[in-house]
């Protein structure tokens, strides 16, 4: 199979440069998920036997808050279009106590893994989901539906009153009838006359050139999921009943509803559902299931706040509950088999990056085995101000190019001088230095402050050029 992640096109060297573009500094953790990337690509290239034995090298970051820890993860993710997710690792308490399991980390991710390839799916069968979608607009133009009963029922239906979305199944010969109960016959379907074709070639037209796009029609769109599973703890009754759900669903039709909206709004709305009708779920599945296992990747944030202090031994309360949350983690991180609503998962080769400030602990308070499974540790350096400087300035998401353009929007014209920018990276680290050190968090802070004025009468301002410079 084609490698969709083209990991080829990326060497070690152009993944961190890549990563400069975002991120400031942190050399070291950059080179070390460089590495873990390109490893992934160099494991897809082994024969079957060899490629079996080799296992990521998972990373444990070391380093305050703020200092570019989650971004790098992110952004690697995002760059391998791998299925990523972020948990924090306080959230979760071990089996028997309240909170999350720690499998629910891989169901997460499998989820994840599902809504890129079923977008990825969906955007290529675009073309011909649009052309669906309008064909079903010109049929409600041309033939607008009867009216709906009192009850909110379609009025012409008699069949699907008495028995709701039971009667359209059977209609549809889908399930067995009762004994004596007959479905009704389907109504005839008119032939189109020479008129109707004319009339329908032209309403074609102004649909798809936009000409109409404002005027409203009434379309069936399936209803929004209902949210039945939402209310069951953690674990096993929410996994069964999303089982339940998904094993019903090719059996009992999605509900549909009448909508009053716009043409431009039903072509987006109907194209998405066509969209997904043509989109063939199993693949979808398949597919996620496969980048899940050989690419996926998890960021264990916070991961200091489950470790056990100074000394394990001979402690009660919270501690134990910290310990257990590590031994639940262990297996997930080892390789295991996790049930989820698309199938059994494998963990084995899924990559684990986790993070923590370790201010009051130290990674040697982890349970060796887990220390064991964070073989490769990396740690990031503290921010001062030439590195806000450059975090100001350099990345291409830089908030002063933020503000710049967000000013822009009103016609206000934003310039930051030099020594502007320096005073702010000065303020910040004072600050930094003085309270909590946040990190690079703490340029939001100073930004929203100096700028508060400015984008509070910005609406009132245009034309107005507006220099932060260190006056300012």
Same mark, same amino acid.
């Given at each position: 199979m084609e490698d969709v992640l083209s990991l080829e096109d990326f060497t070690p060297r152009q993944i961190v440069a890549e990563l400069d573009k975002y991120i400031v500094g942190q050399g070291a953790a950059k080179r070390a998920v460089a590495i873990a990337l390109r490893n992934r690509y160099r494991r897809g290239r082994l024969q079957e036997e060899m490629r079996d034995e080799v296992i990521p090298k998972n990373i444990l970051m070391i380093g305050p808050t703020g200092?570019?820890?989650?971004?790098?993860?992110?952004?690697?993710?995002? !760059?391998?279009?791998?299925?990523?997710?972020?948990?924090?690792?306080?959230k979760f308490t071990e089996v028997g106590y309240v909170g999350r399991d720690v499998d629910s980390i891989i169901r997460d991710l499998m989820q994840t893994a599902v809504r890129m390839v079923e977008s990825e799916r969906m955007e290529a069968v675009s073309d011909?989901?649009?052309?669906?979608?309008?064909?079903?607009?010109?049929?409600?133009?041309?033939? =607008?539906a009867p009216?709906?009963? *009192?009850?909110?029922?379609? *009025? *012409?239906?008699?069949?699907?009153?008495?028995?709701?979305?039971?009667?359209?199944?059977?209609?549809?010969? #889908?399930?067995?009838? =009762?004994?004596?109960?007959?479905?009704?016959?389907?109504?005839?379907?008119?032939?189109?006359?020479?008129?109707e074709g004319e009339r329908r070639a032209g309403l074609r037209r102004k649909v798809l050139s936009g000409e109409i796009d404002e005027e409203t029609v009434e379309v069936e769109v399936e209803s929004a999921a209902s949210?039945?599973?939402?209310?069951?703890?953690?674990?096993?009754?929410?996994?069964?009943?999303?089982?339940? #759900?998904?094993? !019903?669903?090719?059996?009992?039709?999605?509900?549909?509803?009448?909508?009053?909206?716009?043409?431009?709004?039903?072509?987006?709305?109907?194209?998405?559902?066509?969209?997904?009708? !043509?989109?063939? @779920?199993?693949?979808?599945?398949?597919?996620?299931?496969?980048?899940?296992? #050989?690419?996926?990747?998890?960021?264990?944030?916070?991961?200091?706040?489950?470790?056990?202090?100074?000394?394990?031994?001979?402690?009660? *309360?919270?501690?134990?509950?910290?310990?257990?949350?590590?031994?639940?983690?262990l297996p997930i991180i080892e390789g295991s088999t996790v049930n989820t609503r698309y199938g059994p998962v494998k963990t084995d080769y899924i990559l684990f990056v986790a993070a923590g400030a370790f201010h009051v602990s130290k990674p040697s308070d982890l349970i060796p085995e887990l220390q064991g499974r964070l073989p490769l540790r990396v740690?990031?350096?503290? !921010?001062?101000?030439?590195?806000?400087?450059?975090?100001?300035?350099?990345?291409?998401?830089?908030?002063?190019?933020?503000?710049?353009?967000?000013?822009? @929007?009103?016609?206000?014209?934003?310039?930051?001088?030099?020594?502007?920018?320096?005073?702010?990276? #000065?303020v910040a680290q004072t600050a930094n230095e003085q309270a909590e050190n946040i990190g690079a968090r703490r340029l939001h802070t100073v930004m929203e402050r100096l700028l508060e004025e400015v984008s509070f009468n910005a609406s009132e301002m245009e034309g107005v050029a507006v220099t932060v410079d260190a006056a300012f």
């Open positions: 200092v570019g820890k989650t971004e790098i993860a992110r952004r690697i993710a995002r !760059l391998a279009k791998a299925p990523f997710v972020k948990v924090e690792a306080s011909r989901a649009e052309e669906l979608a309008v064909e079903r607009i010109v049929d409600r133009l041309l033939h =607008p009216p709906e009963s *009192g009850d909110g029922r379609p *009025g *012409g239906n008699p069949w699907e009153m008495a028995f709701g979305s039971m009667g359209q199944l059977f209609i549809k010969g #889908q399930v067995p009838r =009762p004994g004596g109960v007959e479905a009704p016959p389907p109504p005839p379907q008119p032939s189109a006359s020479p008129e949210p039945a599973a939402g209310g069951f703890g953690p674990g096993g009754m929410e996994e069964m009943m999303m089982n339940v #759900q998904d094993a !019903l669903g090719g059996m009992i039709p999605k509900p549909k509803k009448r909508r009053r909206m716009t043409v431009k709004e039903a072509k987006k709305a109907l194209a998405a559902e066509e969209a997904r009708k !043509l989109v063939e @779920t199993e693949d979808v599945t398949s597919e996620a299931l496969r980048r899940v296992e #050989q690419r996926g990747i998890v960021f264990l944030d916070e991961i200091d706040k489950i470790a056990g202090g100074h000394g394990r031994e001979g402690r009660g *309360g919270p501690d134990v509950s910290r310990e257990g949350v590590q031994r639940d983690l740690e990031l350096e503290a !921010l001062g101000q030439a590195d806000f400087i450059r975090i100001l300035t350099e990345p291409e998401g830089a908030l002063t190019k933020q503000y710049k353009a967000l000013m822009a @929007t009103e016609g206000v014209e934003l310039e930051f001088t030099e020594e502007g920018i320096a005073e702010i990276a #000065q």
